[in-house]
């Protein structure tokens, strides 16, 4: 429970549960839930387990998980966007100059590529990490 009291976190979950049952009785069924509910309810999912909130906060799993992804992923909606990914950048220096280096990549496609390096050739990871993702360097 990563350090914190117990009793701590029943407390925000009933009282996000209470916030939620509120709520639901001021509107119709099948209403948009608020996006303050539902980032409330992303924040508890991401401690404590989605299906554990969405159990206790009568929600859809998937729907929470969607909203859960949405907030703790932001560079896949920035490449959805269109946007240029970032590119960490590895300076020669950084390398080593003998031995072993495992350089392991992910697009937002989900495709891996993994770069295993031995010895003191090293290949132009720019261009690799560009060609890898379907971007210029």
Known sequence: MSGRQKS?????LARAASRFAAWRRTHAAHTRIPKSLWTAAARLAAELGISYTATRLKL?????????DATTSPSKHASAAGQIPAFLELPASALPSSGECLIELENTAGSKMRIHIKGSHT???VALSAAFCGVEP
């Open 60 to 68: 859809n799993y998937n729907d929470l998980k969607k909203h859960v």
């Open 123 to 125: 290949p132009d990871l």
């Open 8 to 12: 701590e976190i029943p407390r925000r």
